[in-house]
């Protein structure tokens, strides 16, 4: 039995959801989407038990792509999919296991194996927390395994909730994936934690304590403004920023790119295939920001368990440290050094993870062209041949995925400089995961309103 059959082995002992054997109307399925989602608001307000619960005003990074809420049931919150999903689908990609996606009993088995993985992260996960001593005041000099102020009773039920948590998210998952809601729930999880971040950035108060939010911050000193404010709380620019970002993602995500095509089978009729000018969407940023969340997570999950005097903890610091967006104009004025090596970077890797992205997705030219000519479509004036086209289709491909990679990693950065709400990486995701409801709920409705147009599709009913 091999790794990936262990995998499956193992989420097969877990509790799962099969798909329905009538598919739901699309008002059933939003009204699962709905309720999941309320469902995942309550846990991300449910304090763990035995956990000492603290006010928190600012969120991490890791918290915004994992849309996990401290200190809660929700405190792991999609880390655990994301992370198995991203390293099973990179070993893939690479031929590193050999899965044949194409083959349906594979594909069970690979995503059976991303399941178990997550299980496996998500006990690993809430054990590092535990023995590291994360929800309780560590004594000074005390080690975290022995000197923790709570009993083992309480840290093996800290284990269990998160574990448990965990779970619930990935059966929420397969809910919506299989078709009985709309689209995923790490989808609709990361929507709903930067919305709840937007808000608390514009009316976030915390009694007894300096007002958070732009709003009641500006109803207690409205002079001059609150253009910035220190210590990356909200202001006016952040806000102008949010504003400004959204309009411009907006903007990017309805440019086209047309490529003129005809199809023999159509009698040579001429028509246009539209390539996003953002090609590879937000996914270049989203792999940054789950690759840096996890340096925080792992940063966390082992800090307990080293000297804080350790060498290799401070190198790991520094890393984390420059590698972490800015809160806001006047932090990143403070430190110019780590807001240039921070733009640099993270410029850098959404390259490197927008043409890793284009080849393990099958959007490269050569998949492309293989698309368009088994659908019949040719470029006018030249033969049908998979090199030739391959090579045209190259020529607008990878230039769009330079293009894309950059403006994405420039609009995050900008956005997170001058202190835009919900981060940049979240206002990045959050449009960019609207747009995809948007045109899936007016598919299904379209395919609703006219059943003709499901038979022609082969929609199943």
Request: glycine share 8%; aromatic share 10%; with cysteine.
């Amino acid at each position: 039995m091999g790794v990936l059959e262990a995998l499956a082995w193992l989420a097969d002992r877990i509790p799962g959801v099969a798909k329905p054997a009538q598919k739901p109307s699309l008002y059933r399925r939003l009204a699962w989407t709905g309720i999941i989602l309320v469902l995942y608001l309550v846990m991300a307000n449910i304090p763990l038990y035995g956990v000492p619960t603290q006010a928190q005003t600012r969120v991490s990074l890791q918290q915004i792509i994992f849309a996990s809420s401290q200190g809660t049931l929700m405190e792991l919150g999609i880390g655990p999919i994301v992370t198995a999903g991203l390293i099973l689908q990179v070993l893939a990609g690479a031929k590193l296991i050999e899965i044949d996606l194409s083959d349906p009993e594979d594909r069970r088995i690979f995503t059976a194996a991303q399941k178990g993985l997550a299980v496996l992260f998500a006990i690993f996960e809430a054990t590092m927390y535990v023995l590291g001593c994360k929800y309780w005041a560590l004594p000074p000099g005390a080690s975290p395994l022995t000197g923790c102020p709570v009993g083992w009773g309480i840290r093996v039920l800290v284990i269990l909730q998160l574990s448990l948590a965990a779970i619930l998210v990935i059966i929420f998952d397969e809910m919506l994936q299989k078709g009985w809601g709309i689209g995923s729930a790490i989808s609709l999880f990361i929507l709903a934690g930067v919305a709840q971040q937007v808000m608390w950035g514009l009316l976030g108060y915390v009694p007894g304590t300096v007002a958070y939010g732009f709003i009641p911050a500006l109803i207690q000193n409205p002079s001059p403004l609150l253009l910035t404010r220190p210590n990356g709380f909200p202001d006016l620019t952040g806000l102008l920023a949010t504003l400004a970002i959204i309009v411009l993602l907006i903007y990017l995500q309805a440019m086209r790119v047309e490529i003129p095509v005809t199809s023999p089978r159509m009698r040579g009729i001429r028509s246009k295939v539209p390539l996003q000018f953002m090609y590879v969407t937000n996914i270049p940023i989203l792999l940054v920001g789950i690759l840096v969340s996890d340096l925080q997570l792992f940063r966390n999950l082992f800090a307990g368990l080293l000297s804080p005097e350790s060498r290799a903890l401070h190198y790991y610091d520094t890393l984390v440290y420059y590698v972490t967006p800015p809160r806001g104009l006047v932090m990143a004025l403070a430190d110019p050094v780590k807001t240039v090596v921070f733009a640099v970077s993270w410029t850098i890797m959404s390259i490197l993870f927008g043409y890793m992205w284009v080849e393990l997705a099958g959007l490269n030219p050569s998949e492309q062209a293989e698309r368009m000519l088994s659908s019949g479509l040719e470029i006018p004036g030249l033969r049908r041949n998979p090199k030739i086209l391959e090579s045209i289709l190259a020529r607008y491909i990878y230039p769009l995925t330079l293009l894309s990679s950059i403006l994405v990693a420039i609009v995050t950065i900008v956005a997170d400089v001058f202190g835009a709400y919900g981060t940049g990486t979240g206002i990045l995701l959050a449009v960019g995961i609207i747009n995809q409801y948007y045109m899936m709920i007016s598919y299904e409705r379209a395919l609703e309103t006219y059943p003709l147009l499901r038979r022609l599709l082969g929609e199943s009913v």
